[in-house]
């Protein structure tokens, strides 16, 4: 198994922020595609951005895109989410999660997945 430390989930008002960080060890970080997911009760998981291991971008949904920063440490195993403006309907657990290969796979095809978090927004 490969253990997450996953963290910087909580409860916002809609407009407000929060930077989701998760650390893991266990794989070749540095040469790992790292992703970020989320799914909201009674919802489908939703990808959200991933990162290549030399920080390509893929983006996997339209709903984050200019509100959600993805971002890598490699030094200390650590992927990030930032984001921004949050609203109501992005109360969901978040998810990170690591591909398999250098480069960003398709959504379905990651293979380890972290504990989540909770991210509540009220309105």
């Known amino acids: 198994q490969v253990p997450w430390v996953e963290s910087g989930g909580g409860s916002v008002q809609a407009g407000g922020s929060l930077k989701l960080s998760c650390t893991t060890s266990?794989?070749?970080?540095?040469?790992?595609?790292m992703a970020w997911f989320r799914q909201a009760p009674g919802k489908e998981r939703e990808g959200l951005q991933c990162?290549?291991?030399?920080?390509?971008?893929?983006h996997y949904s339209h709903h984050d895109q200019g509100r959600f920063t993805i971002s890598r440490d490699n030094a200390k195993n650590t992927v990030y989410l930032q984001m921004t403006n949050l609203a109501p309907d992005d109360s969901a657990i978040y998810y990170c999660?690591?591909?398999?290969?250098?480069?960003?796979?398709?959504?379905?095809?990651?293979?380890?997945w972290g504990r989540g978090t909770q991210v509540t927004v009220s309105s």
């Open positions: 999660a690591a591909g398999s290969s250098y480069f960003c796979p398709a959504p379905y095809a990651f293979t380890h």
């Open positions: 990162i290549s291991w030399n920080d390509g971008i893929d």
């Open positions: 266990g794989l070749t970080f540095a040469h790992t595609a």
